[in-house]
């Protein structure tokens, strides 16, 4: 696996910032940048110093989801060989969302251009949502026959909201996402400068237990039901179909 960062980690005052760093790629999730996001989450959750985590995207776009590319590239016929690496890629991003989501601390995600697909799944797992105004979302992955975050985004906007942004695989602009509280605020673009993040009036310790209150721990039911819907045969086919169908996606 490539070890070259692919984000960027500062912390200041308790707060720690992870930039994905991946902007010729529209921060698409690579393997390698899973992993190192995987990284990020679980050492800001063990520094007691830290009490909030802010993801961010450097460049135009957020995260336009899962990086297509090398798979794709290597199965061409889409073959049956590449559905076994795929579904444990799949299978990881899915692991990343539920330890945001759990993460035991304030998380915070600042989102401009394109969050899309997987991009859009790390933006709903985060405790406030800021949009830079002009963004927008997208969850295609049913498109592909993948059932990826639905649970924790049918959380935050209710199930039918859900639905049927899963279902149509449409663009959601800042007005929809604010109206229906997928967006906590849309804010101007100031490059590198933090959203007002309100403080909390309780302790780490006391917000964790808040959170595992309000948010039961289903991480292996949220697992299960990903690698269900990924391990029907011709995933591989069915990725490479659905990006002939978005090859200009970052054009």
Request: aromatic fraction near 6%; charge should be neutral.
């Amino acid at each position: 696996m490539n070890d070259t960062p692919l984000l960027r980690r500062s912390t200041a005052e308790g707060v720690t910032t992870v930039t994905l760093a991946r902007p010729q790629r529209g921060n698409a999730l690579s393997e390698a940048l899973v992993e190192q996001l995987m990284d990020a989450v679980a050492d800001a959750a063990a520094d007691a110093s830290v009490h909030t985590l802010v993801l961010r995207g450097e460049g135009p776009h957020f995260c336009t989801g899962f990086d297509l590319g090398a798979d794709a590239d290597a199965a061409p016929d889409g073959g049956a060989a590449r559905d076994g690496p795929l579904l444990w890629r799949f299978a990881r991003i899915e692991q990343l969302l539920g330890e945001l989501w759990h993460a035991p601390l304030h998380t915070v995600a600042v989102a401009q251009g394109r969050a899309w697909g997987a991009g859009a799944d790390l933006f709903a797992a985060c405790d406030l949502r800021y949009a830079v105004q002009g963004a927008e979302w997208r969850f295609p992955g049913a498109g592909f026959g993948l059932v990826l975050g639905t649970r924790r985004l049918a959380q935050v906007v209710g199930e039918a909201v859900a639905l049927d942004w899963v279902a149509h695989g449409r663009r959601i602009g800042c007005d929809e996402a604010l109206g229906r509280g997928f967006a906590t605020a849309v804010v101007p673009a100031a490059g590198d400068a933090q959203p007002p993040i309100p403080p909390l009036a309780v302790d780490r310790a006391t917000y964790a237990r808040l959170k595992f209150a309000t948010r039961p721990d289903r991480r292996d039911a949220d697992l299960a039901a990903l690698v269900r819907s990924a391990c029907r045969p011709g995933l591989a086919g069915r990725v490479q179909a659905h990006r002939s169908r978005r090859q200009d996606t970052l054009r």
